[in-house]
């Protein structure tokens, strides 16, 4: 996957593009915060596929578009309270789950990317890169509330 950033007009805006087999890739783009808009590149074979990945990858670059490196992003932190009741199998699940909705969310609003999460004695935190901070944080708690993930503790900024 390849994500590029640019701001324009007081606005920041996202474009990647993602591979789904040698020959078809889906082209993402949007303002960050907004669903944005999906399309397919297709085509015949895997060499000539890669000529047009990167024919699309000059278009964006060319219009002002660059990728950020990890120092460009802030650091946007989840933390949930471990559950001390229940089977292992099902705290397991929980945290599988919110990290694929972690990961659909931060795609879907071209917000950042997914990094990791780690399981203490009390707490499991979810850490994801993230474009705007105060975006993201609204956009991810709206969801988790909607989503049954009502008990996390607090996100912030690390």
Not at 9 to 26: A, L
Not at 90 to 108: N, S, V
Not at 121 to 127: A, G, H, L
């Amino acid at each position: 996957m390849f994500r590029f950033y640019k701001k324009s007009r007081g606005h920041q805006y996202y474009w990647e593009i993602e591979d789904i087999d040698t020959t078809s890739s889906m082209i993402h783009f949007g303002r960050v915060g907004q669903e944005g808009t999906k399309r397919f590149l297709k085509s015949g074979s895997g060499g000539y596929h890669q000529e047009k990945i990167n024919k699309q990858i000059k278009f964006v670059l060319d219009q002002g578009y660059s990728k950020l490196i990890r120092k460009d992003y802030q650091i946007l932190v989840i933390e949930y309270e471990v559950e001390k009741k229940g089977a292992p199998l099902d705290y397991q699940a929980a945290r599988y789950q919110l990290e694929f909705l972690l990961k659909e969310i931060l795609k879907r609003y071209g917000l950042g990317c997914f990094d990791e999460n780690n399981s203490g004695s009390e707490f499991t935190r979810f850490y994801c890169y993230v474009v705007d901070f105060e975006l993201a944080k609204e956009i991810i708690d709206q969801a988790l509330k909607k989503m049954n993930f009502k008990s996390f503790s607090k996100i912030y900024l690390l």
